[in-house]
Nanobody, 118 residues
Framework: VQLQASGGGLVQAGGSLRLSCAAS????????MGWFRQAPGKEREFVAH????????YYANSVKGRFTISRDNAKNTVYLQMNSLKPEDTAVYFC????????????WGQGTLVTVSS
């Protein structure tokens, strides 16, 4: 599975951005697709995930109600819509994938930088 993340940029606090993760390879329907982020000097943290087959989602408390993860089956793409952005959302965002029966993500895309100015 190959993952290509895009959509990062500079935005003012309160603004919105949409990240995309284009996926290719076999067995996507058996995958959990996740977004993670890593801020400068901090450890990587989980943001959200979606189960490709049924669309079930799960969010970190820090983004719940502001971010929405979704997928487009026809385009093999997962999105992260980020609204009401805060300076503390500034980070490099990564998309990742794993088989539904695994507990650790196996496949990672390159990061895309999101910078939120105050």
């Amino acid at each position: 599975v190959q993952l290509q993340a895009s959509g990062g940029g500079l935005v003012q606090a309160g603004g919105s951005l949409r990240l995309s993760c284009a996926a290719s390879g076999r067995g996507l329907s058996n995958k959990v697709m996740g977004w993670f982020r890593q801020a400068p000097g901090k450890e990587r943290e989980f943001v959200a995930h979606i189960i490709w087959s049924d669309g079930n989602t799960y969010y970190a408390n820090s983004v719940k109600g502001r971010f929405t993860i979704s997928r487009d089956n026809a385009k093999n793409t997962v999105y992260l819509q980020m609204n009401s952005l805060k300076p503390e959302d500034t980070a490099v965002y990564f998309c990742a994938a794993m088989d539904t029966w695994r507990s650790q993500y196996e496949y990672w895309g390159q990061g895309t930088l999101v910078t939120v100015s105050s």
